[in-house]
């Protein structure tokens, strides 16, 4: 009876063995790496708000001003005030040096009331950083309705900045 345990042992031990072996020698095992990219925060802030300046209204008409230069036209029923000539929007974008950003300016203005309506116009929005700032303007157009009343209007819109 010793016999056939110590018989059964051994070729346990045997088997265990061979299974050790056959997987060392078929099987293998590697280790993986990982890595990540942290990129500095976008910010995009406003430095110069957007200002039509101060027009009269009579019958119904525009004011605009150019994105680029900051010049103000109307026209229509709208007659501009040289005391206000108005000015474009001006924002600074910081983030990764030299990363590439996408840049989304709103089209149409919200909360001025009196009806009143008006699309933006943005200027060289920038696609990628140099160094780690960027600038752009905003400048756009107003609908004045017929007989707006007198008073001081505000509305606004949207700019958003990430990276793609």
Known sequence: M???ILAASALLAVAAASSAMADSVNGASATGTAGVT??????VTQ?????FGAVTSGQNGTVSIAQASGARTVTG?????AVNVGKAGAFAVNGQSNAAINVVVGSTFTGFGANITGTTLAANLPVVLTGTSATFNVGGTLNIPNNTPAGAYTGSYTVAVNYP
């Open 2 to 4: 010793k016999r056939i």
């Open 77 to 81: 029923g709208v007659g501009a005030v």
């Open 38 to 43: 942290i990129f500095t925060p976008i910010t």
């Open 47 to 51: 430095t110069q708000g957007l200002d």
